[in-house]
C-alpha cells in the first residue's frame, strides 16, 4: 500500500512571528507546485497563530511541537490543545526526543497527550527512538518497541490512520550524523510490525516519518526505502530553499 509522503519541519525555539511568517510564505512560493505529498511546519507557540494565518490557501499545514496533557487548569506556562487548535494548528509533536530527555516526559505522559490531541481533533506525531547509549548498548529495538507500544496504548484500529509516528535516533539529532538508509529502514519495519501487533491491517496506513539529520542530500535516499512515508526536519527546515528540496524529494529506488 502506498502511503502519501508527510515532510515535516520542526523549528525548535527558532524563527520570530515575523521570521516565522516570512519563512512559510516563501515555503509556499517554493511548493506551489507540489501535490503528491503532505507538508507540515512546526513553529515555537508565539509564532502558530500567525504562521497558520499565513499559511491559509496554501497546502502546508501547521503544527504545534508540544501540548499539555490537561483541557484547561491551573498549569502556568502551559498551552493546551483547544489553543492550539485555535491558533489554527491541525498537528502536534508528541514525545519529541528532547522532551523526554530535558523535560523528563515519560511513555505514560506521551501516551496521555497523544490520546488528548486525538480526542481534541489535532494529529499527533508521535515521536520514538534511542539514544546513542541505548544503540551500543544493543538495546535500539527494546526501547524503540517500549516507545510504540506504551505511547500508542490504548488507540483503536480505527484510529491509526490518524496517527503518525516518528523515528527520530536521538544520535542522529542536530549531529550531522544521519542514519543510513539502512539503518533506518531496518528500525522503521520493526515499527511497521509493532503498528501490526497493535493495529492489524489498519497499520499499513499509518505514516512512519524518520528525523535526525536529514537534509536536501540524503532525503532522496530515505524515502527510497520502502518502510519511511516522510521526514521530520529540524536544522534544514529553518531555511525555505533547503526545506523545499526536501519536500520535493526526488524518487529513486533504494
Ligand atoms: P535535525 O532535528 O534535523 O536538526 O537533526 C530533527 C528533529 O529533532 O526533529
Known sequence: MSRRPLMAGNWKMFKTISEGVDLVKKLSAQTADVTDRDILVCPPFTALAAVAQAAKGSTIAVGAQNMNDNLSGAFTGEVAPGMIKDAGASHVLIGHSERRQMYGETDALVNKKAKLALEQGLTP????????AEREAGNTFNVVER????GL??????QAPS???AYEPVWAIGTGKTA????AQEVHAFIRRKLEALFGKEA????????????PDNIDQLMAQPDIDGGLVGGASLKAEDFARIVKFQKISA
Open 125 to 132: 506525531v508521535v515521536c520514538v527512538g534511542e539514544t546513542l
Open 204 to 215: 499499513a496506513q499509518v505514516r512512519v516519518l524518520y528525523g535526525g539529520s536529514v537534509k
Open 180 to 183: 543510513t538508509p539502512a539503518q
Open 147 to 150: 516507545h510504540v507500544m506504551e
Open 153 to 158: 496504548k490504548g488507540f483503536t484500529s480505527a
Open 163 to 165: 496517527i503518525v509516528v
